[in-house]
């Protein structure tokens, strides 16, 4: 049972009865709380005496104002409208000219009273449209938030969250600033959620989880707070919206512990109903305290958000997947701890993505069916995230690929994310059965590596583009959102691989790994190049393509406006390719990724390359790892580095840069640039040159 406080109307019999607040040990009402009951309060009554609001150690009256618990008395309510009764005395004995103007004078005092009466009506009635059009806004911005279809990709972390105190015993209105707090995420359970011809109603309701420690409050606060004070409302006073249901907590009867006990589930509602409120105070705090500060520096929309609340809560949305990502930043986290707080990833049947509790998530699919998916993964070494609905696995023959394929169809769903590889020479069949299989699939994010696919005699008679028909199809899935594919080398003679219907598609990628080309593969590759073959990763990793090689492909990749990944290493490329390259690196305007691990380049490469990285506009990683630039090629990236606006990662691993190099590179890192991983292992820097460079990461 949740302790009460008993109140009446002065004058009157019913009672009311108003839950108590538990802070600090101490039993205490919210003003609040009985404004809500007694709209128009003046002030509060024990008998002939006037409760007074409770102060602090300094006799300041505390925030947010409350009164002590009086136990077994009811307590009297005084409303500014109350009418004193006046004794008057009978006039029927004499006639009196005094007693006369008495009587005038009380009925003007009472006709006062009439008008003082219809004025605050009037206030009442303004405030009560006021608190309904407040509720509409609530109810309005919380149903477009829980109807927002989200992309799968955008979707990492669950969505909705409200804060409570970390702990009861820390809910102290005089020491409000000092609190901390935890985020509990939400599970987003409903009709979607419910096992077909089910009456039992799945509500909205905390996750089965500790919650996250927040660690910068403050900023956490300004930044979430409108957002959080719209879930706060929707949990306290509940809501019905697009078969989501979320009881008030005046009224919450269950919660996600089954097994508690009535009065168990009483206390946890009681706590949960004191966290919210007290939760709610603290953002009303923080934005009067802001309010009254000049010093405090907030954004626009925060601006609103201190300044007019119910316009600002017209401008609440969903967060995007941004605002989503930047969370983890505010909150204390293991690192084995994924931020999901138990939940699971699900898709709907329109396509809406949810982040449900694990009960909720299993009532969605076929148990035995997904413990048969299980096994098929852990016996292949792959693994199966259940609460991101992923699988990473590697098959080993036709046969491995077929009980997969008929796992992840009888499971009915829980899988979007897949990567897969065809680790044998599979065929054209394979391919086929496998389209079959996604087709019936939830799987909307796909990495797909066939690089050792083999096509058969029969198949060798098709055209190219035949052949590959297959992933056309899977392309033109139109639930996949995003896809990768590692091809074979047969796609050298491939120069389109596009789905006729592809605007369902966010991102389409291809990548490539020819080891051992011939030379005349390898011409026929790079003039596809040039004509926007759809390739975006190229592997010529260990293919001795010389300058030559290197010569022939920059020539291709100063027109080429698809490959954004390009590796090079162990090709003995050189001075000569360095430099060609580095031509190519002034107008190609795609890729930004480039490794030339271990090509016998030294410093004349380096100089030409860092006179291309000034102009260049997309290249942010850079290996030179295993070559010999030495201290003339470092000096010359230390320069280009003041200057360039992209590049944020360059592996330097031993080039003999030696201490003078290093010297060089630290005066770059003093300066402002994009640079965030610098590896410059097995160099001699000296303790002169590893001095430079901690001082240098000092201001950097």
């Known amino acids: 049972m949740v302790d009460t406080q008993s109140f009446r109307l002065i004058g009157e019999l019913d009672i009311e009865k108003i839950p108590l ?3 600090n040990g101490q039993n205490i ?18 008998g002939e005496v006037a409760v007074t609001m409770m102060r602090d150690s300094h006799q300041n009256i505390i925030e947010p104002h409350c009164i002590e618990h009086c136990p077994n008395v009811v307590l009297e309510v005084v409303l500014s409208t109350t009418v004193k009764h006046v004794h008057v005395d009978s006039p029927m004995s004499t006639p009196n000219p005094e007693f006369e103007s008495t009587i005038l004078h009380k009925l003007h005092g009472i006709h006062d009273q009439v008008d003082m009466t219809q004025r605050i009506a009037q206030e009442v009635l303004e405030l009560a449209k006021q608190m309904n059009d407040r509720l509409i806004l609530i109810q309005s911005k919380t149903e477009a938030i829980l109807t927002q279809n989200y992309e799968l990709l955008e979707y990492t972390i669950p969505r909705l969250f409200i804060v409570l105190p970390e702990t009861s015993t820390s809910w102290d209105p005089t020491k409000m600033f000092q609190a901390k707090f935890r985020l509990h995420f939400i599970c987003e359970c409903g009709e979607h959620t419910k096992a077909s011809g089910s009456k039992i109603p799945h509500h909205l309701h905390l996750a089965n989880h500790d919650g996250y420690v927040i660690n910068k409050p403050t900023e956490f606060f300004l930044k979430y707070g409108p957002f959080l004070m719209l879930m706060l409302q929707m949990i306290k006073l509940g809501a019905g919206i697009a078969g989501h249901v979320v009881p008030a907590l005046a009224n919450l009867k269950v919660v996600d512990a089954i097994d508690f006990a009535e009065s168990s589930v009483n206390s946890v509602t009681s706590k949960i109903i004191q966290g919210v409120d007290y939760s709610l105070a603290y953002l009303e705090e923080s934005r009067n305290l802001i309010k009254k500060s000049s010093d405090v520096d907030v954004g626009g929309d925060a601006r609103a958000f201190l300044d007019d609340l119910g316009s600002y809560l017209a401008g609440v949305e969903g967060l995007e997947g941004v605002e989503l990502r930047q969370l983890g930043s505010y909150l204390e986290t293991n690192k084995s701890d994924n931020l999901l707080g138990n939940l699971y990833r699900m898709t709907t049947k329109d396509g809406h993505v949810k982040w449900v509790c694990r009960h909720h998530y299993r009532s969605g699919y076929q148990e035995a069916q997904t413990q048969k998916l299980r096994d098929i993964v852990k016996l292949a070494g792959g693994v199966f995230d259940e609460q991101l ?9 036709s046969f491995a690929e077929a009980e997969f394929c008929e796992a992840i169809n009888k499971a009915k769903g829980g899988v979007y994310d897949l990567d897969i590889t065809f680790g044998w020479d599979c065929s054209r069949s394979d391919l086929q059965a496998f389209e079959k299989a996604l087709k019936m699939s939830s799987v909307s994010i796909l990495r797909l590596d066939i690089e050792r696919f083999q096509a058969s005699i029969a198949s060798k008679l098709l055209s190219t583009s035949t052949r590959y028909e297959i992933l056309i ?9 995003m896809i990768h594919i590692v091809l074979s080398k047969d ?14 598609l966010h991102k389409l990628s291809f990548e490539m790994t020819p080891q051992g080309i011939g030379a005349s593969d390898f011409r026929v590759l790079v003039k596809s190049l040039k004509t926007n073959n759809p390739l975006t990763t190229l592997n010529f990793q260990d293919n001795l393509i010389g300058k030559e090689g290197a010569l022939t492909l920059s020539e291709a990749l100063k027109t080429n406006t698809t490959l954004t990944t390009l590796n090079l290493e162990y090709n003995s490329i050189g001075n000569e390719g360095a430099v060609a390259l580095s031509g190519a690196l002034k107008t190609n305007t795609t890729l930004t990724t480039l490794n030339l691990q271990d090509n016998s380049i030294a410093n004349e490469g380096a100089l030409a390359l860092s006179e291309a990285l000034k102009s260049n506009k997309t290249l942010t990683t850079l290996n030179l790892e295993w070559n010999s630039i030495g201290y003339i090629g470092a000096l010359a990236l230390s320069e280009a580095l003041k200057t360039i606006i992209t590049l944020t990662a360059s592996n330097l691993q031993n080039n003999w ?8 590179l630290s005066k770059a890192l003093k300066t402002i640039n994009p640079l965030t991983t610098l590896n410059l292992q097995r160099n001699s820097i ?15």
């Open 21 to 23: 607040r538990n802070v």
């Open 29 to 46: 009402v919210y003003w609040w709380d009985i404004q809500q009951v007694f709209p128009g309060i003046k002030h509060v009554k024990n």
């Open 389 to 397: 609905g992923s699988i990473n696995i590697t098959l080993t023959s």
């Open 473 to 481: 199809r899977i392309m033109e899935h139109t639930n996949m959102k």
């Open 491 to 504: 796609f050298i003679k491939l120069r389109s691989l596009q789905p006729k219907r592809s605007s369902h």
């Open 657 to 664: 840069i030696g201490e003078r190099g290093a010297l060089a």
């Open 686 to 700: 000296g303790n002169e040159g590893a001095l430079a460079l901690s001082e240098a990461l000092k201001t950097n």
